[in-house]
């Protein structure tokens, strides 16, 4: 007897199944909670708190600031590879409204390299579900 | 683990079946109302190069360049100088949603559209951000109607019949309520 | 609640005579000479009632033409059983130390600490030097000559006029708020050469 459909976890590490680990740095982090954890019978199930170890994408979401900005990185390079990072919002991808600031990095992109940029101040949660299915795209063609 | 609805395809299958994200109605919410602040598109026949949401942008993320032209056009007693716009890029990447360079400008060039789809991909994914005219030019077919007038207001004065009332304006193709009872020649 | 109560000013006023009450808006500022502040405290906490520190906090104190020069600093307190609060002022100079309040309400450690830090005040006893900015970080960024650097080096692109392009821009008429004349910043560097 076989299955026809079932969840496989496969070696290829995140073509099928991905595991998102959410930086709610500020504003941004709300709209990224109201999209993975939001309405919907799909909602994704929340992994435990060790969760750099096991992520694969990492989604910052919200100003970055200065002395913010090492606690980002360390998460990042915490992280298995392959990893992706999903930049959310216009602090995070340029620094957004507080370019000015003495204390804000003008985008985490100064720092890691940045798969998919959402705009937005803040994103819809489609319009991150639109980037988590362009990184999709990107990643498995 | 639990059987989940969305198609995750076996190892021997190459061709991915693209996940399936649930769409708004299947989360239970309703389509997006028409005066979302999705994208900013540019009706580029309207922008005479005023600078003027360049300048009120608190974020500094409109970037204009022009160039001035000196036209003749038929019958004019004279040449006039005409701006043309070289560039007009804004940078979501930057932009904070806020609006005012749409209730700025005083020719209505921008318009907001309901269009969220848009991230910036790849090696230089925040750099795709950055839409140009050509981009903006696009996201005119996105930018709904206007709302309906106001049922119970009062109907415009091109529409309304007979002479306007008490001191009103005219229109291009009808003289105003004092038209030609004041002093001013012409009027 | 009443924030910055009338009749708690007013009451302060009786205890510490050097005081002065101003009022505006339904809302009462008591001016402490700088010398009685830490007397007016003991005063609020053990008189008054208002052993509730709410927030110690820092301006500009607003001179037009002299900006920077003296800071004003703010310390409300509450009355827990009535919910009144009580606001007082007093200003401090470019080189007078600000008294600490600390002992009276140990909370106010954070605050003094962060107005300190904002502002460029000198605080009373010595505490770290950085509570919220990097190590790094050189100036006072809440004064109000600090400059935003950022403002400074990024061109503003409503700086061209209609017709003009950044390939050629003409002298500079307009500039942002924030932004100050080219005359500011370090030079660079003359090539000897």
Redesign the interface.
Known sequence: MTTTTSTVRLNWGTRYEVTVLDLGLACCGVEVMAALHGPGATAPEPVSADAPEVAHVLVVSGTVTDVMLPAVVASYEAMPSPKYVLSVGACSNTGGPYWDSYCVTKGIDQMLPVDVAVPGCPPRPEALLDGLRALHRQVTS | MTESTSPTTPATEQSATPLVFPSAADRGVEPLPPRTRGVIALLEANCTVCMICARECPDWCIHIDSHTETVQPEGAARARQQNVLDRFAIDYGQCLYCGICVEVCPFDALHWAPEHDYPGTGEHAVAELVHERADLGKWVEQVPPPPPLDAAAEAAPEAAPGRPGRGAPGTATRPGALSGRTRRPGG | MTAASGELAARMVDLLPSCATRSAFAQSIVAVPLADWVTAARLARDELGCTLFDWLGAEDAGRPGAVGERHTVLLHVVDPSTRDGLLLRTEIGADEELPSVVPVWAGASWHEREAAEMFGLALAGSRPAHL???ET?S?H?LRKD?V?A??VV?P???A????????APSRRR?A?P?VPDPSWGPRREEDPS
């Not at chain 3, 061209?160 to 390939?167: I, R, V």
Request: glycine share 16%; no cysteine; hydrophobic share 35%.
């Open positions: 919220l900015l990097s970080f100036g960024p600090f935003l950022s403002r990024r503003w692109p409503g061209l006029e209609p017709g003009e392009s950044t390939a307009l942002p924030g």
